[in-house]
């Protein structure tokens, strides 16, 4: 295998002991080229994860504001937080990506207007930083694609997509690719697989959204960069290719977009 990637993760959900996610990471196949993406959840936990994270070879670092803290942003964070990103990135990229950031309807319907009002603003913040934006979005896509249309990011992935053809098509019309998670894997998901066997094949990538969603034969246990193997051949299997061709297109794409 020459590449491979988990596009999307929280290794830090795993553990906070750096051994340990030292540990997890390594049970990441080995490969010539080899990522992983962790993404933030909030602005409090960036210093955090680059102190636990440094050490880990072949991470990277998104920072985000994911749906479910909306509502605990007050007048001015979202600056500070965009103020933050530019002055770790003065001597060097540490933070590549803005993410998650997005909209949950699934969980989040007491938090409609927040959640709006926070994902234009960190849109407004990729947009000044010059990063991609890695979006989450559930039973949300009419009012995620509304706002990335109003925004000038053009420029991202809609992380652990959950849409049919027709989302993805949106999406990749506005500049965005998809990225799977473990749940394409699951037979009760027909649109995701549909999506997945749709997307051009410089249009996608894979993750785990760990320590979520760990794919069949796997469900229910807590996911790792590791079982990443499983949805890429799943995806394989659905595109009518091999694993290999699935992680290096996959490795590849985000590359293009991350600019790792």
């Known amino acids: 295998m020459t590449h491979i990637i988990d596009s999307h993760a929280h290794l830090t959900y795993l553990s906070d002991n750096p051994e340990k996610i030292r540990d997890i990471a390594a049970r990441f196949p080995e490969a010539q080229h080899r990522r992983i993406l962790d993404a933030g959840v909030k602005p409090s936990d ?58 949950d309807y699934y969980y989040g319907k007491d938090t409609v207007s927040a959640q709006r009002n926070v994902f234009a603003e960190a849109l407004d913040a990729a947009s000044s930083l010059g990063l991609p934006a890695l979006v989450h979005a559930r039973d949300a896509f009419d009012d995620i694609f509304k706002l990335i249309t109003a925004s000038k990011v053009r420029n991202g ?89 699935v992680f290096r297109e996959a490795y590849e794409n985000a590359a293009r977009v991350i600019g790792y």
């Open 46 to 103: 960036i210093d955090e994860r680059l102190t636990l994270l440094s050490g880990v070879t072949g991470v990277i670092l998104a920072a985000g504001i994911h749906p479910h803290h909306a509502h605990e942003m007050n007048n001015g964070d979202i600056t500070a937080f965009t103020e933050h990103i530019r002055r770790l990135n003065t001597d060097g990229r540490k933070i590549c990506a803005i993410g998650e950031i997005g909209l």
């Open 157 to 245: 992935m809609l992380h652990c997509f959950t849409g049919g053809v027709a989302e993805a098509k949106r999406a990749l019309d506005l500049g965005f690719i998809l990225s799977f998670a473990g749940n394409v894997t699951y037979k009760k998901s027909p649109q995701i697989r549909e999506a997945a066997a749709y997307v051009p094949a410089d249009r996608y990538t894979v993750e785990t959204d760990c320590p979520y969603l760990a794919p069949m034969p796997l469900r229910g246990k807590d996911n790792e960069p590791a079982f990443v193997v499983h949805t890429a051949a799943c995806i394989a299997q659905l595109r009518g290719t091999d694993t290999d061709t």
